[in-house]
C-alpha cells in the first residue's frame, strides 16, 4: 500500500511538533494554542453471524470472538482566525479460533490495515465571508462469503473511501449563515482472488460529485432552522 504525505500537511504537522508540549495530570497535550489527544480503546467483540451469511445449509452462519485494538489521536487548534481539526486512528483485530478443528477458520477475517482519519479547517470563522474545508478518509477490511467454483470462500474485501468538501461560508447576519460547497466522494473495493467472481459484481466502486448548500437559521436560543441541498 502506497502512502503519500503532502508537502503543506506534512511541513504543519513540523510546525506543530516544534512548539514547547505541556500538560498537567489529567490535561490533554498542549502546544501553543493546539490541544493534542491521545487515547486508545482496546476490548473483546462478540460476531454472532461474522460474514453476513444467509444462514442456509450452503452458508451457515459463523459465530465468533475478537480481540481488538484501537489507538487515536486528535489535534485541535482553536483560533480567532481559523479553527483547526484533524484526526487519525488505527485499527487491529484479531479473531480467536475456539474450534481449530471445524471447518470454519474466523482468522482469516484478521484485521490489521484499518485505518481513518478527518480533517476540518474553517478560516475566519467570525467573519462574513468564510472558508470551510471537510476531508475523510477510511480504510477497512471487510469480512465477506462468495460463492466460488470450488464452494464458498472467506476473506476480507479492502473498502476504501474518501469524502471531500469544500468551498464558501456566507454570513449576512449573526443568525444567518449559509455554506456553499463541492463535494467529491470516491470508494473503492479491493476484492480477493479467491472471492472474484461474477458473483462479486456487488462490490462496485463508486465516484460522486456536486455542489452542496446549507443554510442555517438560529431565530432562538439554542433553536435552529436548517435546510439542505445537494
Not at 30 to 47: F, W, Y
Not at 199 to 207: E, H, L, P, W
Not at 215 to 227: H, N
Request: without cysteine; proline residues 7%; negative net charge.
Amino acid at each position: 500500500m502506497n502512502v503519500r504525505i503532502k508537502p503543506g500537511l506534512f511541513a504543519m504537522l513540523l510546525a506543530g511538533a516544534s512548539l514547547p508540549a505541556q500538560a498537567a495530570p489529567g490535561d490533554h497535550i498542549r502546544a501553543g494554542d493546539a490541544v493534542i489527544t491521545p487515547s486508545v480503546m482496546t476490548g473483546i467483540e462478540a460476531h454472532s453471524n461474522l460474514y453476513l451469511a444467509d444462514g442456509g445449509d450452503q452458508s451457515p452462519e459463523v459465530s465468533a470472538m475478537a480481540w481488538v485494538l484501537k489507538p487515536r489521536v486528535q489535534l485541535d487548534l482553536n483560533a480567532r482566525t481559523v479553527i483547526f481539526n484533524l484526526g487519525a486512528g488505527y485499527g487491529l483485530k484479531k479473531f480467536i479460533d475456539f474450534y481449530p478443528d471445524d471447518n470454519f477458520h474466523p482468522e482469516n477475517a484478521d484485521r490489521f490495515s484499518d485505518f481513518d482519519a478527518d480533517l476540518a479547517l474553517q478560516l475566519f470563522p467570525q467573519s462574513k465571508i468564510g472558508g470551510k474545508l471537510v476531508d475523510k478518509f477510511q480504510n477497512e477490511a471487510l469480512p465477506a462469503e462468495l460463492p466460488t467454483a470450488e464452494g464458498n470462500a472467506t476473506a476480507n474485501v479492502l473498502h476504501t473511501g474518501n469524502d471531500l468538501s469544500g468551498g464558501f461560508v456566507l454570513r449576512p447576519g449573526s443568525a444567518l449563515s449559509f455554506d456553499v460547497l463541492g463535494q467529491v466522494g470516491i470508494d473503492a473495493y479491493d476484492v480477493p482472488e479467491v472471492l472474484t467472481t461474477e458473483d462479486s459484481s456487488a462490490f462496485n466502486g463508486r465516484t460522486q460529485y456536486g455542489p452542496i448548500v446549507n443554510g442555517t437559521w438560529k431565530f432562538l436560543p439554542k433553536t435552529s432552522m436548517v435546510a439542505s441541498f445537494s
